[in-house]
């Protein structure tokens, strides 16, 4: 027999029924249970197999701390492994299933391993699989990986929706119990900001698994009154279903707010988890204590399980675990759960504490009860195949005894649960008085309260919760008034005495989820494993989903023991965020798929999408690739399309995603010259200069080209790439390098549209739409110019540059006349078969023209790798001067820009191909360079590409080998100068 | 973490862009022996466990570059000022 539901009783809707399947088997259960409770309700009590051995295993707790129970909930692409069934709420139609066993839960061929486990001790993976080295990828990684491990996933995208939010307050207190809420209470009653927020969906704590009563009335009544009076504050936030999981610098918290999880699925639109990124000016920690469990022989069999998840499962799911219990404790709660079950109706038929010692009145009330009770006696074993049946323990007299019972409570004492309070670096100390760790230094503005802080009773908590809230509003400012009073039985602090197994082997686990037993520890100080980390590390214990929260203190008070220390020597394990596992999806949020990142879209794209642009990705940006045309049968027909089409005639392209800064102050001149390498200052007004910078390590850092419109005032561009560091860079030069200058900064990149106009006709074109507004003849507006007028009534600005190589112009408009620009571009270039060309086009002809661009500056290369060592101006100092005169900057071996064509015009080149000299062999010894950008060129009727070659500058002709393992293999290609198409740049300046 | 920025007040980390040593002074060029000096500048950098003053960025916010300084074993932020002389 095993557990059932009581006929009354519990915080649970009884006129509710859900019903539910696990393992395939329907089993009914009620609105406000659990998973756990509602199985244990319909008596099943083996829920899952054990990580390593295999071993069966039922439910130890009631909280978020379970190790055993377990399950994959949900199907298909919602499927979720290693769900806890003690936290998962019940809903209509839930379907789960154990983990870890084949062919069946009850009948699972992985426990052989159990009979192995001398072999699977501790360090088994560091001590069984090292030779041959070979056979660990083929054989023992895939057969550990598919013997081993929890739950499976899901191999379906998430359907959910995922949100993050943020939430400002002025105290945050973490933890609905009975401290939670006294603080909650008397912070909010100030009228200040206050967030309260629980992992259950039941707030209250122990007070709803405890028959405690608050102010005459049950717990769970006091704190339903409690939850109903914050609710009614309207400066009170409650969130329930949500899990403080993590504390990190400057009072910024990470929550996890479950929103759907108790439904079959969410509402359509319904976000499933939300992340909230808290931030509160002063913490009220009241996260509660969990229970230590005992380590003995058998201690893992179903049936056995702590004495506060017995009392939660009677008190406040209406649900006994079991029909005939055993009590085993070294501390006086304990007993609570012998009162509580004998309460409920179920028979006890023994209560068994370590302790000879127990004060009185405990006695006392056993006699009343009848209940047989063991003083200084050991539970020493467990029998039964499935699940409980017996236990056997030895007197305190030495006598053996065997009792049988379905359930054993186990009580080892509480650990205050101080996890939120170390993720921040601090150490736990121990407290010798509470036999526990409790916290260290606290966050700034944190203070913890209640059983979270050692304070073990009722009344205590409520005290010391109310005046915590009321300290940290007074702190803040708030006119407070007195802390809420509570009217509880007072109760003498009970022992907390920690029992540090003295029996037990190979079957005494301490921590249950990754098998690891006392036998385990004992090994581990024997090989010489002595720190708390390390025993982590040697035996795996604390890892996995519930790192640590019932093994840490019994692992590390054994190993303390098996070294002939004190626990408090041996140190413990702070813990790390999350403190429960949180979805990945959660905390990507909205930000997956096409939201990923934001996009930025040029003023003239939709123009470009109504002319046949696909777009690419560049940076943030969306960038017309190429258009498609009629006649094209794929890209590559459009990009030589394209490029013949400025060639011979023109084309028009969107370069607004080029960095445009506005430099503009008295100093401006002087200001540049120390930002380019290349000399600014002397620089016309009504000119433009293609201008060079480096990073202060002399490497190239962007380049672009600077106008001046006026004495004081310069149109910079930059690189799409390079638009922000660029903008941040020349902030720091102004702001820390040189204050004292008059220059001031603004980005323009959004404000304005700004298209090339290339191609030897694109000076007929651009004259038709600028008619009388500009007079754009070579005469007036030679190369290398740039003019601001007013077009249409707007303002307009055209540089005289060329990325091409063809006579051409770049037109800037206001953004919002992108559109009618390009129009008016479109009509006035009909006549000249005037084309859009994309970014392809554009990469094909800059590659023609030797210009570098992202491939060449790639920041390991210097002005004078790119050719561009002219540049760096002698008279005057500027960022990255000094350091480019370094001896290996200069080295005349370093790789240097070169072109490079195929010998066979045939063949195709690819970047990241590496020059190898003909006849060597494709080592790094033999390694001379790489190709860094390639393209067609229509112009040249063959591939074309860049690259850096070592003493490049001295080897054109020289034939080599362009190797490329993965793609091509070698290609033999002749070395040339960077520029293919019109050297002498004649067709620029026409 | 937060930072507060003198000109737009308490902000995310999110904000921010980190750069590095706030006691980085660019030499002066005409010093003898310039180039060990920016040598020393810009690769030499003291990495102390507790106060470090570090330049950071306030992009998405005013652009200020600012100067915080922060104790590295703790990441509580000491203060917070303007990295330059502001105009």
Redesign the interface.
């Given at each position: 027999m095993s557990g059932r539901r009581l006929p009354k009783g519990g915080l649970i809707a009884r006129d509710r029924l859900l019903r539910f399947e696990f393992d395939g088997k329907k089993f009914e259960g009620f609105a406000g249970d659990t998973l756990a409770s509602a199985l244990l309700g319909s008596g099943v009590s083996l829920v899952g197999r054990s990580f390593k051995y295999h071993r069966p295993r039922g439910i130890l707790s009631a909280g978020c701390e379970e190790p055993n129970a377990l399950v994959e909930l949900r199907d298909g692409a919602r499927l979720e492994p290693n769900t806890r069934a003690t936290v998962a709420e019940l809903y209509e139609g839930l379907r789960a299933r154990s983990q870890n066993r084949w062919p069946s839960l009850g009948f699972d061929l992985g426990a052989i391993n159990s009979l192995l486990s001398p072999i699977f001790v501790a360090g088994f993976y560091y001590k069984t699989f090292m030779w041959p080295a070979r056979w660990w990828e083929k054989l023992y990684e895939p057969l550990i990986r598919r013997a081993a491990g929890l739950g499976r996933l899901g191999h379906e995208a998430d359907p959910d929706g995922y949100e993050k939010s943020?939430l400002f307050c002025d105290v945050l207190v973490i933890g609905a119990g009975p401290a939670g809420l006294a603080a909650a209470l008397a912070a909010g009653r100030s009228g200040a900001r206050v967030v309260l927020c629980d992992e259950d969906f039941l707030p209250g704590g122990r007070l709803n698994g405890e028959r405690m009563e608050v102010n005459g009335e049950a717990g769970s009544s006091f704190a339903a009154k409690a939850v109903a009076q914050l609710r009614a504050m309207p400066e009170v936030t409650l969130l329930t279903r949500t899990t403080l999981f993590g504390v990190?610098?400057?009072?910024?918290f990470g929550a996890l707010e479950r929103l759907a999880d108790h439904k079959p699925v969410p509402h359509p639109g319904e976000v499933r988890h939300r992340y909230w990124?808290i931030?509160a000016r002063r913490t009220v920690l009241s996260s509660g204590a969990m229970e230590r469990p005992l380590v003995f022989d058998g201690n893992d069999r179903p049936g056995v399980m702590l004495s506060s998840a017995v009392r939660s499962y009677l008190n406040r799911f209406g649900v006994t675990p079991g029909r005939r219990a055993v009590v085993y404790t070294t501390c006086d709660d304990g007993w609570r759960s012998a009162f509580d079950l004998i309460g409920a109706g179920v028979e006890v038929a023994a209560l068994i504490d370590a302790r000879s010692d127990v004060v009185d009145s405990l006695l006392t009330e056993a006699k009343r009860h009848d209940l047989p009770v063991y003083r200084g006696s050991e539970v020493v074993g467990t029998h039964g195949r499935l699940r409980l049946s017996a236990i056997s323990m030895r007197e305190a007299g030495g006598r053996s005894r065997r009792i049988s019972a379905d359930l054993l409570s186990m009580c080892g004492g509480y650990n205050p649960n101080i996890a939120l309070s170390t993720h921040?670096?601090s150490r736990p100390q121990w407290d010798a008085d509470l036999d526990a760790f409790t916290a260290g230094t606290l966050p700034?503005g944190m203070a913890i309260v209640g059983a979270a802080a050692g304070e073990f009773t009722l009344a205590g908590a409520l005290k010391h919760g109310a005046a915590a809230g009321l300290e940290a509003v007074r702190a803040l400012g708030f006119s407070a008034t007195s802390a809420p009073k509570f009217s509880v039985e007072e109760e003498v602090p009970a022992s907390n005495k920690l029992m540090v197994a003295p029996h037990g082997g190979a079957k005494a686990f301490v921590d249950f989820q990754n098998d690891v037993t006392r036998a385990d520890i004992e090994l581990a100080a024997r090989e010489g494993f002595r720190g708390a980390e390390h025993l982590k590390r040697y035996t795996t214990l604390g890892m996995a989903t519930d790192q640590g929260k019932t093994s840490a203190l019994n692992g590390h008070a054994l190993m303390a023991a098996f070294t002939g220390r004190a626990t408090a020597d041996l140190g413990t394990i702070g813990s790390r965020p999350p403190y429960t596992p949180v979805a990945i999806g959660a905390l990507a949020g909205a930000h997956r798929g096409s939201m990923y990142r934001p996009v930025r879209l040029t003023p003239g794209h939709e123009w470009a999408r109504a002319a046949g642009a696909s777009f690419v990705e560049s940076g943030e940006w969306l960038r017309a690739q190429w258009f498609n045309a009629p006649g094209d049968k794929d890209w590559f027909d459009s990009v030589v399309r394209e490029v013949k089409g400025v060639r011979s005639s023109a084309g028009i392209c969107d370069v607004s995603t080029l960095g445009k800064i506005d430099v503009q102050g008295g100093d401006a001149a002087v200001f540049l010259d120390r930002i380019y390498a290349n000399l600014i200052s002397t620089l016309p007004t009504g000119k433009v200069r293609y201008g060079l910078m480096l990073r202060?390590?002399g490497m190239v850092f962007d380049d672009g080209t600077a106008a001046r419109f006026a004495e004081n005032h310069f149109v910079l561009s930059t690189t799409t790439a390079n638009a922000?560091r660029v903008?941040?860079h020349l902030?720091?030069a102004?702001?820390?390098?040189w204050?004292?200058l008059?220059v001031q900064l603004s980005s323009v990149t959004d404000q304005w549209a700004q298209f090339a106009v290339a191609g030897p006709r694109s000076r007929e074109v651009l004259a038709e739409v600028l008619k009388d507004a500009f007079d754009c003849s070579n005469a007036a507006f030679p190369y290398l110019g740039c003019a601001q007028f007013a077009w249409r009534g707007r303002t307009a600005r055209l540089y005289r540059v060329s990325f091409s190589g063809e006579l051409a112009y770049e037109i800037a408009v206001p953004a919002g006349a992108a559109e009618e620009c390009l129009e008016a571009l479109k009509q006035a270039g009909a006549p000249f078969d005037l084309i859009p060309y994309g970014l392809e086009a554009l990469g094909v002809m800059r590659i023609e023209k030797g210009h570098a661009a992202g491939g060449e500056l790639n920041g390991t290369t210097t002005a004078r790798d790119l050719g561009l060592g002219k540049l760096m101006s002698g008279k005057k100092?500027y960022i990255g001067?000094?350091?480019a005169?370094?001896p290996g900057l200069i080295d005349p071996n370093r790789a240097v820009l070169v072109g490079v064509k195929p010998v066979n015009a045939a063949s195709r080149l690819y970047a990241g191909a590496h020059f190898v000299a003909r006849g060597t062999a494709p080592t790094l010894e033999n390694d001379q360079g790489f190709v860094s950008s390639v393209g067609y060129s229509p112009s040249l009727g063959h591939w074309i590409g860049l690259g850096f070659l070592n003493r490049g500058a001295s080897r054109l002709g020289e034939r080599m080998l362009a190797h490329d393992p993965v793609r091509s293999g070698d290609t033999e290609i002749e070395i040339t100068t960077p520029c293919f198409y019109d050297p002498d740049g004649e067709r620029l300046r026409s | 973490m937060r930072i507060r920025c003198p000109y737009c007040g308490e902000r995310d980390l999110s904000e921010f862009a980190y750069w590095g040593d706030g006691g980085y002074v660019r030499p002066d060029p005409h010093a003898h022996d310039p180039e060990f000096a920016y040598y020393t500048a810009v690769y030499l950098r003291d990495n102390p466990a507790g106060a470090h003053a570090e330049f950071w960025y306030h992009g998405i916010g005013c652009r200020s570059w600012l100067k915080v300084t922060r104790d590295t074993v703790s990441h509580r932020i000491l203060g917070v000022e303007f990295a330059g002389a502001r105009r």
């Open positions: 943020h990190y610098d400057g009072n910024t990124k931030v921040l670096g700034a202060e390590d922000s903008m941040q902030e720091f102004r702001q820390v390098l204050p004292a008059d100092d001067r000094v350091l005169e370094r | -």
